[in-house]
């Protein structure tokens, strides 16, 4: 079976200052992790992947996120908050090999004060 | 098309009724994913489509959920006798077979309300 856990519901931060939301995952193999992005009455927009190589790997609107294997943890970063950031964010895992049907966290909404 | 569409974008039935919601995936795609997404929670899968056939449909909550995909394309999932706890926003997603380069690409939803 495969799991994430946002631990989070809720991240606060002000404007310019670094972000961070938290994701760890359970899978019985290598994982493929995502993160996806929800705005309000719209669907799931894709930010960024970790499937192998580096593991900080970097995505749309200067988001970034490091894989750590030893820790489980995909967590999702930014130098510099912006209001627009604000938003549902999603972290999924699938196994890589097998039938590749992602799982998803409860979401964790970030709320970038100005 | 350029994305995953879905309609209707929403949809208010009344309890006991059947309903039918539709999936158009990016042409090509041969993927397709069926998600419900509950207020304040996360996507939960209910059923994943290789072409034409269902390869997983662990995630239907009982008998009253069928999905089908006839020509590897298009995907309707099917609600009979549909019930309160049934209102949710139903995604969709579609992916290249072995290709997550650029993730899944999810519809923008419909917001399926029973009363």
């Known amino acids: 079976a495969q799991s994430v856990a946002q631990p989070e519901d809720q991240v606060n931060v002000a404007e310019g200052n670094p972000l961070t939301v938290k994701c760890t995952y359970s899978?019985?193999?290598?994982?493929?992790l995502f993160w996806y992005v929800q705005y309000p009455n719209r669907g799931l927009q894709f930010l960024l992947k970790y499937i192998t190589g580096d593991n900080l790997v970097k995505g749309s609107y200067g988001f970034e996120a490091e894989f750590n294997k030893s820790q489980t943890s995909f967590h999702l970063k930014k130098p510099s908050a912006l209001v627009s950031d604000s938003a549902l964010y999603f972290c999924?895992?699938?196994?890589?090999?097998?039938?590749?049907?992602?799982?998803f966290g409860r979401g964790t909404s970030l709320i970038v004060h100005p | 098309g350029a994305g995953v569409s879905q309609t209707p974008s929403n949809k208010v039935t009344e309890k006991g009724k059947y309903v039918e919601l539709r999936c158009d995936p990016i042409s090509g795609h041969t993927a397709l994913y069926w998600y419900r997404q509950s207020l304040g929670q996360g996507p939960e899968f209910l059923i994943y489509?290789?072409?034409?056939?269902?390869?997983?449909d662990s995630g239907l909550p009982n008998d009253r959920f069928f999905a089908v995909r006839p020509e590897g394309s298009v995907s309707t999932l099917k609600i009979q006798r549909t019930e309160r706890g049934d209102s949710a926003v139903y995604l969709c997603?579609?992916?290249?077979?072995?290709?997550?380069?650029?993730?899944?690409?999810f519809g923008s939803g419909t917001r399926l309300t029973v009363v």
């Open positions: 999924a895992v699938t196994l890589s090999g097998g039938s590749y049907i992602p799982t």
């Open positions: 997603a579609s992916s290249p077979t072995g290709d997550l380069n650029y993730g899944y690409t």
């Open positions: 489509f290789q072409g034409t056939g269902a390869a997983d």
């Open positions: 899978v019985s193999g290598n994982p493929y």
